[in-house]
């Protein structure tokens, strides 16, 4: 399994930005992903997940209605489309594999998100 | 404040047993749901250690253990190893969130 996320980068207060996770290893389009964020020297956030089929997505509240957790099966790729951002989104974001027991199995190495002017 | 709580920091010698709490409450661990463990070494990002309250994924050696009782879970950790510093989670799930939820981590020293 490797999962691979990319688009992180620094982006101004109000502003917008997508991320992407690769997926490869394993059968994508039957398991669930999550994305869980880790702001600078503190605790892991669960983001938001997404079922293997897309049909159902659930969100943390500190981003609901500002980000969007969306996937590609064809492509083996997971999305979060992040708007409206704040100073306190500024996080190292990962990607997941969700087990059949809501558990994280496997992880990306994570991609850099500093908002801020 | 985390959903689940843990504490802050603990410590060991080297060969020694230490042990990290993780206590919920009746919508998450005490609603039967499962907690999970992830060790992050500095740097890096977190791995799965234990899932479903006392499961070793392949790999993770007999070292590490897993208990749950009601709402509270531990992880234990025998014969300390300078390779075990880093800092670890506890996750599960609740239904009063409709989410997951993490502990807020445990740094690990060894002495």
């Known amino acids: 399994v490797q999962l691979a996320e990319s688009g992180g980068d620094l982006v101004q207060p109000g502003g917008s930005l997508r991320l992407s996770c690769a997926a490869s290893?394993?059968?994508?389009?039957?398991?669930?992903m999550t994305w869980v964020r880790q702001a600078p020297g503190r605790g892991l956030e669960w983001v938001s997940t997404?079922?293997?089929?897309?049909?159902?997505?659930y969100y943390a509240d500190s981003v609901k209605g500002r980000f969007t957790i969306s996937r590609d099966n064809s492509k083996n790729t997971l999305h979060l489309q992040m708007s409206s951002l704040r100073a306190e989104d500024t996080a190292v974001y990962y990607c997941?594999?969700?087990?059949?027991?809501?558990?994280?199995?496997?992880w990306g190495q994570g991609t850099l998100v500093t908002v801020s002017s | 404040q985390s959903v689940l709580t843990q504490p802050p920091s603990v410590s060991g010698a080297p060969g020694q047993r230490v042990t990290i709490s993780c206590t919920g409450s009746?919508?998450?661990?005490?609603?039967?749901?499962?907690v999970h463990w992830y060790q992050q070494l500095p740097g890096t990002a977190p791995k799965l250690l234990i899932y479903?309250?006392?499961n070793r994924p392949s790999g993770v050696p007999d070292r590490f253990s897993g208990s749950k009782s009601g709402t509270s879970a531990s992880l234990a950790i025998t014969g300390l190893q300078a390779e075990d510093e880093a800092d670890y989670y506890c996750?599960?799930?609740?239904?009063?969130?409709?989410?997951?939820?993490f502990g807020g981590g445990t740094k690990l020293t060894v002495l």
């Open positions: 997941a594999k969700v087990g059949g027991l809501k558990n994280f199995e496997y």
């Open positions: 290893g394993f059968t994508f389009s039957i398991n669930a």
């Open positions: 997404i079922s293997g089929s897309g049909d159902s997505s």
């Open positions: 009746s919508s998450n661990n005490g609603a039967g749901y499962d």
């Open positions: 479903a309250n006392n």
């Open positions: 996750q599960s799930y609740d239904s009063s969130l409709s989410g997951w939820v």
